[in-house]
T-cell receptor, first 114, second 116 residues
């Protein structure tokens, strides 16, 4: 079955420290891959996406993610976290055959301490 | 105005009320979605409209009734709701890439619904 796993329910990092949020997927083929961020009481905002080509993709707000086919992973990274990055982060996959069901992970809540 | 706009942002209603949530997108997308987000539960896809035709209905109770009068507007009509329907309702739209919907979504800020 198609699924997305975010192993960490929540993560706490110090401001200025590096960040890596993990995402693993189960899918029959190489999917389209996304990371979204949600601040409290807000909708989801697309951080970055992978369709094809270079497996290291750059997104907004200084985030990047790397697609590793052999590990079925699409981990999100940021070299230096800012307090404003505190939010919930969702990994998601979409199908190359089209269709309307984007599969979301359960989310990882990021806390940033001063 | 750009993006996806949802109104109202907050709604409190009794179980016997009838209300509607509105969504408008200014991105020129052909597909629009309603998602439900409850505390400690994953995002739930409720309905999808493509070119104003409903293409997905994920076993949503009939007390939720969607309407898509054109490709820019989407409504969710609510009637005789239950307290467990209290949640954040998110509208989204999506573009096509080489004729295919990729799963990329553009979300509104959500309508926080509380059912008393």
């Amino acid at each position: 079955a198609q699924s997305v796993t975010q192993p960490d329910i929540h993560i706490t990092v110090s401001e200025g420290a590096s960040l890596e949020l993990r995402c693993n997927y189960s899918y029959g083929a190489t999917p389209y891959l996304f990371w979204y961020v949600q601040s409290p009481g807000q909708g989801l905002q697309l951080l970055l996406k992978y369709f094809s080509g270079d497996t290291l993709v750059q997104g907004i707000k200084g985030f990047e993610a790397e697609f590793k086919r052999s590990q079925s992973s699409f981990n999100l990274r940021k070299p230096s976290v800012h307090w404003s990055d505190a939010a919930e982060y969702f990994c998601a996959v979409g199908g190359r055959t089209g269709g309307f069901k984007t599969i979301f992970g359960a989310g990882t809540r990021l806390f940033v301490k001063a | 105005e750009t993006g996806v706009t949802q109104t109202p942002r907050h709604l409190v209603m009794g179980m016997t009320n009838k209300k509607s949530l509105k969504c408008e997108q200014h991105l020129g997308h052909n597909a629009m979605y309603w998602y439900k987000q409850s505390a400690k539960k994953p995002l739930e896809l409720m309905f999808v409209y493509s070119l104003e035709e409903r293409v997905e209905n994920n076993s949503v109770p009939s007390r939720f009734s969607p309407e898509c009068p054109n490709s820019s507007h989407l409504f969710l009509h609510l009637h005789t709701l239950q307290p467990e329907d209290s949640a954040l309702y998110l509208c989204a739209s999506s573009p096509q890439r080489t004729g295919v919907y990729t799963g990329e979504l553009f979300f509104g800020e959500g309508s926080r619904l509380t059912v008393l």
